[in-house]
């Protein structure tokens, strides 16, 4: 999974100031080497590079500084470095300064700087979100949005994230690798991540187009602090109305939302808006419809109870969970053009012999596993009234099944997208 900082690596600190001359030019050499010639122009190099760990230096104390002559220090030759100073002689030669007037050891405080990149809370300038609605609440142990409370049915704890970042591993690996399906413009300037999640898809999109400024929307604040440095996340709810100015972004990206948005046409118009001509919407999302092509599903077992009782859930609650299979149809009404629907086979489990489909498979079983007790348990207690303890019966039939070998289940994936016409425009 990607890790919710981005850890820089460099060379080592000197840790002391009692090494003779050879020893600081081999360390110092050293360092050079490892990190290759920069050009330190780029603040972000340089601080890659040159401090690793952001932790300060051991400064000398008293007895380990090394006792100098205030005469100008000759250099050998131009690859030779001068012999270290103490601190002391460091600022008081040629500088003008009184040392003994300075604080923290000379040095000199900026109030006023700031760096966003290397803030105390590990936040960017792109990234900063409000503590007003980082907040959350926990229901039946596990952990919920706090903004817009109740909004979405499904946990944001640690358990619920792994889990969104393998749905995007096994969305990788049903598409083939591929990031989106839309044949957006070669240098995209904006995207828009509806949903984002982890951040996990709203970041690789980052990194493969530095040209674009790539912006995350979602309802919970749960994404990394460190990210690249084109894309912001912010805390926004898609059924609200949009405020982005109109026809900005190339592309808008919607997946895994079937629990997220009641109205799918009002989003797509939306979208329409935002979307400058010739930009494009995606739409990913499974189409929930277990089925056997052997018989080996049977009409009463516990995965169709299931798959028609989170129907009625979800039903009682605006959403619908068959959405994905309308997709092509509502894109259609929106007024897109060249609209393309996209579908390809997901089994539950490893059964299939065929490679790929046996490693979807496993992903998606994996991950389902994993959902079970958060998707149940907000829908099935909200919705249908069932308690904590009818839940976790009910889950370990239907773990049994899921888990057996003699079940062959297949689902499908659709991905629709399509184009803004390129003699649309709307007004702000």
Same mark, same amino acid.
């Given at each position: 999974m990607e890790p919710e900082q981005r850890r820089s690596s460099g060379s080592g600190v000197v840790s002391g100031w009692d090494k003779s001359r050879e020893d600081v030019e081999s360390q110092e050499l050293a360092s050079h080497s490892a990190c290759g010639t920069k050009d330190l122009s780029s603040s972000q190099e340089y601080k890659q590079d040159f401090f690793p760990s952001q932790r300060p230096p051991v400064l000398p104390d008293e007895d380990s500084a090394i006792s100098?002559?205030?005469? +100008?220090r000759p250099m050998d030759d131009q690859n030779s470095f001068p012999a270290p100073m103490t601190l002391p002689e460091f600022y008081s030669e040629g500088s003008g300064v009184d040392v003994s007037q300075q604080p923290h050891g000379g040095i000199e405080v900026d109030d006023a700087w700031t760096d966003p990149g290397f803030e105390s809370d590990g936040s960017s300038f792109l990234s900063q979100i409000s503590s007003s609605i980082? =907040?959350?609440?926990?229901?039946? #142990? $596990?952990r919920y949005h706090g903004y817009k409370e109740? $909004?979405?049915?499904? /946990?944001?704890?640690e358990l619920e994230l792994d889990r969104e970042d393998m749905k995007h591993q096994e969305m990788m690996l049903i598409t083939d690798g591929q990031l989106h399906m839309a044949p957006i413009i070669q240098n995209p300037q904006r995207i828009l991540d509806v949903g984002t999640?982890? #951040?996990?898809w709203a970041m690789e999109m980052a990194d493969k187009f530095p040209s674009a400024a790539v912006v995350g929307t979602d309802l919970s604040p749960v994404q990394p602090k460190w990210v690249p440095p084109n894309l912001s996340f912010e805390i926004d709810d898609v059924e609200a109305a949009w405020t982005y100015m109109p026809n900005t972004f190339d592309l808008i990206h919607v997946r895994f939302m079937f629990l997220a948005v009641k109205d799918f046409p009002r989003m797509l118009r939306q979208a329409m808006i935002a979307l400058k001509p010739g930009g494009y919407i995606e739409l990913s999302e499974l189409a929930v419809d277990p089925r056997s092509h052997?018989?080996?599903l049977p009409q009463d077992s516990q995965i169709l109870l299931w798959i028609r009782l989170l129907r009625e859930a979800s039903t009682r609650m605006g959403y619908d969970m068959?959405? =994905?299979q309308s997709f092509k149809r509502l894109v259609l009404d929106a007024g897109f053009e060249e609209v393309t629907e996209d579908i $390809?086979?997901?089994?539950?489990? #490893?059964? /299939? +012999?065929? %490679? %790929?489909?046996k490693t979807i498979g496993i992903f998606h079983k994996e991950q389902l596993k994993q959902g079970l007790q958060g998707i149940v348990m907000g829908l099935f207690t909200r919705s249908l009234g069932w308690t904590q303890a009818e839940v976790e019966v009910f889950l370990i039939k239907l773990r049994e099944e899921i888990n057996s070998r003699d079940i062959h289940v297949t689902d499908h994936a659709h991905i629709v997208y399509g184009r803004k016409p390129l003699g649309a425009t709307h007004m702000a």
């Open positions: 100098v002559s205030s005469e +100008k980082d =907040a959350y609440y926990w229901e039946n #142990g $596990r109740g $909004r979405y049915p499904l /946990p944001n704890d999640g982890t #951040g996990i052997d018989n080996t068959t959405i =994905a $390809r086979e997901v089994p539950w489990g #490893g059964w /299939p +012999k065929d %490679r %790929r489909l």
